[in-house]
């Protein structure tokens, strides 16, 4: 799951314009974002879980690595039945002045995951803030992907543009 999960973070999907932020600091944002609920639901998942595979109901909240906080409320459940691994979340991260070495978020997004066999799916929507030395950028996410064996398909949108427009610009 924690592979499929990282998939997220490297997927070419983000631009922004009309006076928003520009395509590098829109990835920035996303690579940030994704690297911090990846972290924090690792996090939640540790500190609800008493026995591995379970069916858990995370309400987490802890300081991110630099300063601030971030809170995750939702499900989990896993099972790794030995023929076929499956796993799901519904998770909602509350980002609070949320620092990292990749910056500053601020905001609340929605990740959902299914994983069963072969066939992956995830959707992410809300809005965030993030802020770096570098650069900022405000962006509203909305947007999917589904992996069916070799198929990925990407929909939905990032500030605005469509990610499936997108990830072809790539």
């Known amino acids: 799951m924690k592979s499929l999960v990282g998939m997220?973070?490297?997927?070419?999907l983000i631009a922004c314009g009309g006076g928003g932020p520009s395509e590098q600091e829109s990835l920035q944002a996303f690579a940030a974002v994704t690297v911090a609920m990846s972290s924090a639901q690792s996090r939640a998942v540790q500190a609800a879980q008493h026995v591995a595979p379970a069916d858990l109901t995370l309400n987490f909240e802890g300081a991110c690595?630099?300063?601030g906080t971030v809170a995750i409320t939702g499900s989990y459940s896993s099972n790794d039945s030995g023929s076929t691994l499956a796993a799901?979340?519904?998770l909602t991260t509350t980002f609070r002045t949320c620092a990292d070495p990749q910056g500053t978020l601020d905001g609340e997004l929605r990740w959902t995951s299914t994983l069963s066999g072969?066939?992956?799916t995830a959707t992410m929507d809300g809005d965030i803030d993030w802020t770096s030395p570098?650069?900022?950028a405000s962006?509203?996410?909305d947007l999917s992907i589904t992996v069916d064996g070799q198929l990925v398909t990407y929909g939905g949108s990032v500030c605005g543009f469509s990610v499936t427009k997108l990830n072809q610009q790539q």
């Open 118 to 120: 072969s066939k992956y």
């Open 88 to 90: 799901a979340f519904d």
């Open 8 to 12: 997220l973070v490297v997927l070419p």
């Open 65 to 67: 690595t630099t300063s």
């Open 139 to 141: 962006c509203s996410f």
């Open 134 to 136: 570098q650069a900022s």
